[in-house]
């Protein structure tokens, strides 16, 4: 059954390269949320197997907080690490290369490519800071439809991401209903939590706290790296459970006896320092606080009184939704609201808690039944799309 | 695994082309059946998560939800047909999952074993045990079946809850139809139900 976690992918389709599209033509204006706007903008974005002559086999993967375009094998054969979603890209597997066309970009105000914080301002030559305007889910979700656009892609198959990602695939559904087949938002909610902008804050605090973040104005390289890895240890325990750290971990120690000082001698803490550490070489400060903030203003039912079947009464594409059962960064239960709103509305959804037990996080780890999930429902859309006779 | 011949005279009893809502869907059988050879749009609830998972990983619109919670979430007539097929037994309180299905939807559609059947009743009679049979295979201390009806328990029900039969389909040994003394021989009863509208609506 999970053959998917079997297939060696053959040499030489391996790798992968971002591109680049720059949107600078007299009315390649992002006009945000805020009411500023944003010109000229550049997305990075990935893409993986083949557009059909048909256009309709087109999966938009969207990234989480601290993710980016990169979601499936390396960029160069001496990358350790592949992209963030990599057992779900490839032939056979449930983002399967020989059918679909995946398209992943890296959102507005990001830091791997795509116009955020830490690119040079047109109007004063120096990296924006925060003189970069403040973006929105919705914004960013603006930014992933030009793209299509730019592509020639009239309609998605499948919205799909985690977390943040699932915001994307919610507000997508939202904004433009006729633009997706299949919309999966995994791990995620209609409105960030209270808790959940409470996180955020820490993390930001932590950042600005920082006295080499300088207001916001650092040297690339030099920046506020102790505040940004404290606010990733911060976020990476939301990510995780109190079981899966506990048999990762418990109480053992990486040194030979206690030695009744302040060094580091819990694992734990030595995982977090490291979670913290990588993190400082591939992320922008300006960035989290950002996406962050994007986050905290998430809220799918204001425009709407309130009311999410409200906000959801305009959507078109059938849904799957997914939770997992030890996620309290985005309780099953704010799945099962959205669920309940999709119910109302007379949306065709199917809803599945996954039994889990590695937290939030559960979405990019390999959690029993959640790829053949997520590829059986695909191939079941794409019958759909194609009539019975493939 | 609990005989389901009963889905062929469900299928007979569902017009092509509209809404169904399955209940207690388990893998999606009937919902898959109804999709491909009546052309529906059909929704299920699962209470089970690996069924529940199995019906969505085949694209099915399953909800991981309970019968007895799950159905207050959707509008008044918001599906043409209700299916209850082989679960009212297995409910907890199977007159409220029932007046959810007809305000749901405008029919709604009832297979439950038949307690009545010879079988049953030669069991208790002459063994004097709680009865196994083909579609009541459970232990008494194991069974999911909570509460089991008789073919005439139902009709009294419907009269006394203001509902009207509008059509029975008994089968007996061997997926037959029983034609006469269902309560006798039928091991499944498939009744098709509507609410009785106390006054003639405009």
New interface residues.
Partial sequence: MNQSDTIALPEGVGLVKTQYVTFDGPRDVLCLESGEKLAPFTLAYETYGTLNDRKNNTILIFHALSGDAHVARKHSPRDDKRGWWDSMVGPGRPFDTDKFYMVCANVIGGCKGSTGPSAINPASGKPFGLDFPIITIRDMVKGHAQLLDYLGIEKALCVVGGSMGGMQVLQWAVDYPERAVCAIPIACSARLSAQGIAFNEVGRRAITSDPKWNGGKYVNGDGPDVGLALARMIGHITYLSEESLQSKFGRRLKVEKLGYSFQTEFQVESYLHHQGLAFTKRFDANTYLYITKAMDYFDLTEAHGGSLIKALSGVKSRFLVISFTSDWLYPSAESRHIVKALQAVGAEVAYCDMDSPFGHDSFLLDVPGFTDLIGGYLQDVWREVNGNGE | MVERADYDAILTLIPSGCRVLDLGCGEGELMELLRECKDC?V?GLEID??L??A???????????DIDEGLK???DN?FDVVVLSQTLQVTRRPHLVLREMLRVGSVAIVSTPNFAQWEVRLQILFKGRMPITKILPYSWYETPNIHMVTVRDFRKFCRNEGISIEKEIFLGLGRRKVLFWPNLFARTAIFSLRKIAHRESQ
């Fill in positions: 749009r929704s998560k690996d529940a998972r019906a969505a990983s085949r694209g099915l619109s399953v909800l991981e939800a979430d959707f509008p918001s």
